[in-house]
């Protein structure tokens, strides 16, 4: 199982990007045109991701009902295919979805557990390795994005670490730092102080 998960989401980072009328998501169900799927509140008018408000991505017609259904607390993450197809759309070449990919499944990880908790310790140690600038910028610009959310990663990260790489922890870790190191030419002193703190969120939830 842990095999077959991992290779789909390998698989994700080198795969083509979709037509635009397409929505992201590989399988479940695919929204209607004439559909409006999630009902905005006034304070998701007021949420900035990305500079899009929240309702813009509750009604975007390429981001799937189960995305939206996560991120309103209409269901809990569960090993349901749709839910574990959901986390191959984190990579999708699409600018404008993919940052509501990100938040809908970091706002998943302090409810993970069982196949769960796995699948996306597996996602989140690749985004992390293959995304490492997108990763720390979405944490220096996003105000939506909180402390106890990058610790979350953290957390699902060193649990992928405890189950891949027993007796050999520390190696690991130091060879996720430098790759996110080596993959954030761009990132300026406070994202390289962001590198370190989450190194060492890993290593505290990683003894």
Request: with cysteine; charged share 25%.
């Amino acid at each position: 199982m842990r095999l077959i998960l991992l290779t789909i989401l390998l698989l994700s980072c080198n795969s083509k990007q979709t037509k635009n009328a397409m929505p992201d998501i590989i399988s479940g169900e695919i929204p209607s045109e004439s559909k409006i799927i999630s009902q905005p509140n006034k304070t998701d008018n007021l949420k900035k991701l990305s500079d899009h408000s929240i309702s813009f991505y509750l009604n975007h017609r390429q981001i799937p009902n189960v995305c939206k259904d996560l991120y309103t607390n209409k269901r809990s993450p569960s090993d349901d295919n749709d839910v574990l197809a959901l986390l191959d759309s984190i990579f999708t070449n699409n600018n404008e979805t993919r940052p509501f990919y990100f938040l809908t499944l970091t706002k998943t990880m302090e409810k993970a557990d069982g196949a769960y908790a796995e699948s996306i310790g597996i996602m989140a140690k690749n985004f992390v390795e293959k995304r490492s600038e997108e990763f720390i910028k979405y944490f220096a610009n996003e105000p939506m994005l909180t402390k106890k959310d990058f610790e979350e990663w953290a957390i699902s990260i060193a649990g992928e670490i405890q189950i891949s790489f027993e007796n050999s922890e520390n190696e690991e870790i130091q060879k996720l730092k430098n790759t996110m190191i080596n993959n954030c030419s761009s990132c300026n002193n406070q994202n390289k102080l962001l590198i370190d703190d989450f190194v060492n969120l890993i290593k505290n939830h990683c003894p």
